[in-house]
């Protein structure tokens, strides 16, 4: 199917199933019920669950194929964002050429980043991506107010001298992101039972994008553009002895990488139309890698998954406060509910990073593949258990 292997083909299937019915996978709970506190999905998490699921998919074929660690992947998803939102300033509410600016401006930015940064490798590579990175937020902080209008961020005006579109509505507001006319924050809701279920234009056209971000990165992990990248990862001296030489491999998986991130930026921009530096910090790159080990680095799917756990973990982890934890307890005698919430009030709410850090390091520590590894090693369980089910063993006939 589309030109991949019956196994790739099964996963981008799971993954397009999963994508599409989100809505539902994720609101297990009743609206009413005490749990509904962990459903999540609503359309604003949902879109940043696909987005920097992007994100991670790109960063993963620079740091899971080349081995390179880049710690300034940020400045692309800021660029990206500011690209779009100054396309809606100056052209169309469209989100097509705004995406499209972002991931061509991206990857000229990575084009001249990765042209210097990988005359360096290990470390130094790392730290120069690092500088490169917090010196793209110093520069939209300041220097470069009128292009970024500095920390309050780039957004739309009613004076913004749109070209193919009006300015305003009719009833004076700034117009709406929309897809050929399709607005992005337009949304239904299905109620069934005690349920309820959000359907949002704008995280089905993110998710869509996803999938064909998927789908390429299938491509590209099988391609023998892939099987080079692998080699430069596994042993790029030996991979010079043979006369090969792999600094275009690595600056073309840089320039890949930077339009992903490119691409996420715009899409960030599109179901919100503000660019702000704060997303070129240093933290923005940090968060990426995170979710890329988190998930299994060099795998395909691991990404995806790390960037949906530490997504869920800020967004659903940080609103439990104490008054949601003795709403909880309130079962407990007055001491022991007390004691309780004391004992789990510092791994939720504003201390949801260390719960985060908790499972990095257990992550980490045993499980070096990631989540992946982690299903994998299920998967292998029960293979083992159902093989050695007496009856599930096959008999040799009786003659």
């Given at each position: 199917?589309?030109?991949?292997?019956?196994?790739?083909?099964?996963?981008?299937?799971?993954?397009?199933?999963?994508?599409?019915?989100?809505?539902?996978?994720?609101?297990?709970?009743?609206?009413?019920?005490?749990?509904?506190?962990?459903?999540?999905?609503?359309p604003?998490?949902?879109?940043?669950?696909?987005?920097?699921?992007?994100?991670?998919?790109?960063?993963?074929?620079?740091?899971?194929?080349?081995?390179?660690?880049?710690?300034?992947?940020?400045?692309?998803?800021?660029?990206?964002?500011?690209?779009?939102?100054?396309?809606?300033?100056?052209?169309?509410?469209?989100?097509?050429?705004?995406?499209?600016?972002?991931?061509?401006?991206?990857?000229?930015?990575?084009?001249?980043?990765?042209?210097?940064?990988?005359?360096?490798?290990?470390?130094?590579?790392?730290?120069?991506?690092?500088?490169?990175?917090?010196?793209?937020?110093?520069?939209?902080?300041?220097?470069?107010?009128?292009l970024?209008?500095?920390?309050?961020?780039?957004?739309?005006?009613?004076?913004?001298?749109?070209?193919l579109?009006?300015?305003?509505?009719?009833?004076?507001?700034?117009p709406?992101?929309?897809?050929?006319?399709?607005?992005?924050?337009?949304?239904?809701?299905?109620?069934?039972?005690?349920?309820?279920?959000t359907?949002?234009?704008?995280?089905y056209?993110?998710?869509?994008?996803?999938?064909?971000?998927?789908?390429?990165?299938?491509?590209?992990?099988?391609?023998?553009?892939?099987?080079?990248?692998?080699?430069?990862?596994?042993?790029?001296?030996?991979?010079?002895?043979?006369?090969?030489?792999?600094?275009?491999?690595?600056?073309?998986?840089?320039?890949?990488?930077?339009?992903?991130?490119?691409?996420?930026?715009?899409?960030?921009?599109?179901?919100?139309?503000?660019?702000?530096a704060?997303?070129?910090?240093?933290?923005?790159?940090?968060?990426?890698?995170?979710?890329?080990?988190?998930?299994?680095?060099?795998?395909?799917?691991?990404?995806?998954?790390?960037?949906?756990?530490?997504?869920?973990?800020?967004?659903?982890?940080?609103k439990?406060?104490?008054?949601?934890?003795?709403?909880?307890?309130?079962?407990?005698?007055?001491?022991?509910?007390?004691?309780?919430?004391?004992?789990?009030?510092?791994?939720?709410?504003?201390?949801?990073?260390?719960?985060?850090?908790?499972?990095?390091?257990?992550?980490?520590?045993?499980?070096?593949?990631?989540?992946?590894?982690?299903?994998?090693?299920?998967?292998?369980?029960?293979?083992?258990?159902k093989?050695?089910?007496?009856?599930?063993?096959?008999?040799?006939?009786?003659?």
């Amino acid at each position: 199917m589309f030109g991949l292997d019956k196994k790739d083909s099964t996963l981008l299937l799971i993954v397009a199933l999963l994508t599409m019915l989100a809505p539902f996978i994720l609101n297990p709970f009743p609206t009413e019920s005490g749990l509904a506190q962990f459903n999540a999905g609503y359309p604003d998490l949902m879109q940043r669950f696909v987005i920097f699921g992007i994100f991670a998919i790109g960063f993963n074929i620079l740091f899971g194929l080349t081995g390179y660690l880049s710690f300034g992947h940020a400045a692309f998803l800021g660029v990206g964002s500011y690209s779009a939102v100054w396309m809606f300033k100056l052209l169309s509410m469209n989100i097509v050429p705004a995406i499209l600016l972002s991931v061509i401006i991206a990857g000229l930015f990575a084009l001249v980043i990765g042209f210097v940064s990988l005359r360096r490798t290990g470390i130094y590579f790392s730290i120069l991506t690092l500088a490169f990175a917090q010196m793209s937020f110093a520069l939209a902080y300041s220097v470069l107010t009128p292009l970024t209008n500095g920390e309050t961020g780039l957004q739309l005006t009613l004076d913004d001298p749109r070209i193919l579109g009006a300015s305003a509505t009719a009833d004076g507001s700034i117009p709406v992101t929309n897809l050929f006319g399709l607005e992005m924050r337009a949304a239904t809701d299905m109620v069934v039972g005690p349920w309820s279920f959000t359907f949002s234009v704008g995280y089905y056209v993110c998710a869509v994008v996803m999938l064909i971000s998927f789908y390429m990165a299938i491509r590209i992990f099988r391609s023998p553009f892939g099987m080079m990248l692998r080699a430069i990862k596994s042993n790029q001296q030996r991979l010079n002895y043979t006369g090969l030489n792999p600094k275009p491999y690595t600056l073309a998986a840089f320039v890949i990488s930077g339009m992903y991130a490119g691409l996420a930026g715009g899409l960030m921009a599109a179901m919100d139309p503000l660019a702000g530096a704060e997303r070129m910090q240093w933290t923005a790159s940090g968060e990426v890698v995170l979710m890329t080990i988190l998930g299994g680095a060099g795998t395909l799917i691991g990404p995806v998954l790390g960037a949906g756990a530490i997504k869920y973990m800020e967004n659903i982890f940080s609103k439990i406060n104490d008054n949601v934890l003795h709403g909880w307890f309130a079962f407990l005698p007055d001491g022991i509910e007390d004691f309780v919430v004391f004992v789990i009030h510092p791994f939720v709410g504003k201390g949801w990073h260390l719960t985060l850090g908790i499972i990095f390091m257990l992550v980490v520590t045993f499980l070096p593949g990631g989540l992946v590894e982690g299903g994998q090693r299920i998967a292998r369980l029960f293979n083992r258990k159902k093989a050695d089910d007496p009856k599930s063993a096959s008999t040799e006939p009786a003659e």
